[in-house]
């Protein structure tokens, strides 16, 4: 039962990021690009934790953290950025 | 042991659609803020309860309990709306278009 | 208010932030997943370093000063919240017309005036029903609110107000 839950998991979360790459590249303003692909990077965190189970393994930790961590960084950055870039004119 | 493998599942696939539907509502809306409402709360919660489903799952294969998984939640958790709150700040200072019903706010000017 | 009154309690030399110190000890061992003596030695070890290293760069902290009621939010209204908004918002997306949603801007007047409990009272408001903290005005006296769907904005700031607010002004020495 847990595999086919598992595999139902990941095909809704493939859909999940289907979609996003649809916003990512169609996205009228960059502020929604970035918001993809922030989404993406908390999709593609589920993804290595899906994995994680699928393999019954927990090598895929450490990957899904730093996956997290990045996936924060970048967004600041990149609308700390985007703030920026409106006050320098 | 089955009892534990239905709990699994049954988070996972909640966890699952959680992350779906903030997607579609990523996919949906028609402006930009009504667009960060579905990513910072479905898709927070959705992906939490997938950690907390594997932190479940892997605390019964008879390694001892296993419980880092429940960091990623709780760093999802805090860094959402952190990420949701400089997203709309850049979004103000963009003066994204958006379709307003009301507004009790003005609208600042880039400080 | 009686914001600025903060008892200055006595520290401990070598251990600046005693909470700060036992949470780093705590992730250290959800990180290495075991509680081996050594790991919790180590543990120890960073948590006393860190809290050195960092002790100029934390900013004042609100004396909290009850903590069962902390408690009892945080169970209570917080993590029950969160379940009911996240229902709530899904149940907004999935609609299938889109155009009766009410969204727009609401600025909440704020009576905290401690940044880190302004801090965590915007992250409340962005985890819990269709709402999202989008700015915090520049006299930090009010939050600017983007909500998803309020047909009526007076009982939308009053609900933050009341809800989220009050309990926090009583837990912290606000």
């Known amino acids: 039962m847990l595999n086919t839950a598992v595999i139902i998991a990941f095909v809704l979360i493939t859909l999940a990021q289907l979609l996003n790459l649809y916003r990512l590249f169609k996205g009228p303003s960059l502020p929604d690009r970035i918001l993809a692909l922030d989404n993406m990077y908390i999709d593609a965190l589920a993804l290595f934790i899906l994995l994680g189970i699928h393999f019954n393994t927990t090598a895929y930790f450490e990957a899904a953290l730093m996956i997290a961590v990045m996936g924060f960084i970048s967004t600041v950055a990149t609308s700390k950025y985007l703030m920026r870039g409106d006050i320098l004119e | ?111 | ?174």
């Open chain 2, 1 to 111: 042991m089955f009892f534990i493998e239905c709990v699994v599942s049954f988070f996972l696939i909640l966890g699952a659609f959680f992350a779906l539907t903030g997607s579609i509502g990523l996919y949906r809306m028609t402006d930009f803020f009504n667009r960060l409402h579905g990513p910072t709360k479905a898709t927070t919660l959705g992906v939490g309860s997938m950690a907390i489903a594997s932190a479940v799952f892997f605390s019964f294969q008879g390694n001892g309990i296993s419980f880092h998984e429940v960091l990623i939640t709780l760093f999802l958790f805090i860094t959402a709306p952190v990420s949701a709150h400089f997203l709309a700040k850049a979004a103000r200072h963009q003066r994204t278009p958006q379709d307003q019903h009301h507004s009790h706010a003005p609208r600042h000017k880039a400080d």
């Open chain 3, 1 to 174: 208010m009686s914001c600025s009154e903060k008892k200055s309690s006595p520290r401990i030399p070598w251990l600046p932030q005693p909470v700060l110190t036992l949470v780093l000890l705590i992730i250290w061992l959800f990180l290495t997943n075991t509680i081996s003596p050594g790991h919790i030695l180590l543990g120890g070890l960073i948590g006393i370093i860190i809290p050195w290293f960092t002790n100029r760069f934390w900013p004042e902290r609100p004396e909290l000063i009850r903590p069962v009621r902390l408690f009892r939010f945080f169970f209570f209204t917080f993590l029950s919240d969160i379940i009911v908004a996240n229902i709530s918002v899904v149940k907004l997306i999935l609609q299938p017309d889109l155009s009766q949603l009410k969204s727009g801007f609401i600025e909440v007047p704020l009576e905290i005036e401690d940044p880190m409990v302004t801090t965590l009272l915007a992250s409340i408001i962005s985890l819990t029903p269709g709402t999202v903290t989008a700015e915090v005005s520049k006299d930090q006296r009010s939050l600017i609110v983007h909500g998803l769907d309020i047909p009526d904005p007076e009982t939308e700031i009053h609900l933050i107000k009341t809800r989220y607010e009050a309990p926090l002004k009583e837990i912290f020495s606000c």
